[in-house]
């Protein structure tokens, strides 16, 4: 009788236990997909303020240079895949032409400004916490790679591989970001410009060619080179927007503390 009453006392608890809710909000997700540029000249709005970005290139020691054309060369161009355009026809996309003079790991950079700014780099600030990056893009086919350059919460830098461009037509390339790269601050008050995208950086490979094609005339001179062409359309992150709540949140946020002591000082005089 002992036992049995034991065991019934212990199934109970057991159930009784099971039960409770457990609050935890360390696994607890909110994903917004946020897009960073579409390159067609819609801002991108955080915390109310719109930034509008210019993409710039640079490339490395041995990109070509002619008579006519000094490479790489971006332009916004007026093209994306169909899957975008069916759902913004007005969508754009950044066009690149680069030409190396010999193979190699060779490399674009191509980063914003602002488009108001003096024409320097400028980081694009992230939301939250960044878990994925996500751009379409084109390529010539060719055994090239690219990846994503990204800034975290204690100003490190970080390079994310997002693929090879070995393929044919557009494709979305979408990469998860680290979890060990630290995303947010947990020092408060929180500050909310440390984590940001930096730059895309596209890489030759020393065993493919470092161009398209060449032009010859005649006699076999080289009268042009023919560069391979990339194409980067719409720029998006997947974020954990997710914030927890408690007693004095409001304090955690450098906005509202900025405020608050403006407030008080104003009082005091």
Known sequence: MKTGSSKLFCLVLFVGLSAIPVFSDSNTIALQSIILDSFDGTPYVVDGVEYNYTWKVSGSKFSTKTDSKTFPIISPVAT???????????????????????????????????????????????????????????????????????????????????????????????????????????????????????????????????????????????????????YISQLKVLADIYETVYDGDELAYPKNTEKLWTDAAGGAN
Request: proline share 8%.
């Open 80 to 230: 994306a895949p169909q899957a975008l355009l069916r759902q913004k026809p007005e969508i754009k996309s950044i066009g690149i032409q680069g030409a190396f003079d010999r193979q190699g790991y060779n490399w674009i950079d191509i980063y914003p400004t602002l488009a108001d700014g003096d024409g320097q780099p400028a980081e694009i600030p992230l939301q939250g916490r960044t878990r994925v990056i996500d751009i379409w893009v084109w390529g010539s086919n060719l055994n090239y790679s690219i990846e994503a350059y990204i800034r975290d919460t204690n100003g490190m830098i970080h390079s994310v591989p997002m693929g090879n461009l070995k393929f044919v037509g557009w494709r979305n390339l979408r990469v998860d970001v680290p979890l060990g790269v630290p995303m947010i601050s947990t020092i408060l008050p929180r500050p909310t410009d440390k984590t940001k995208f930096i730059k895309f950086r596209l890489w030759t490979n020393p065993v493919e060619r470092s161009y398209v094609d060449v032009k010859r005339d005649i006699n076999g001179k080289i009268t042009e080179i023919v560069p391979f062409y990339v």
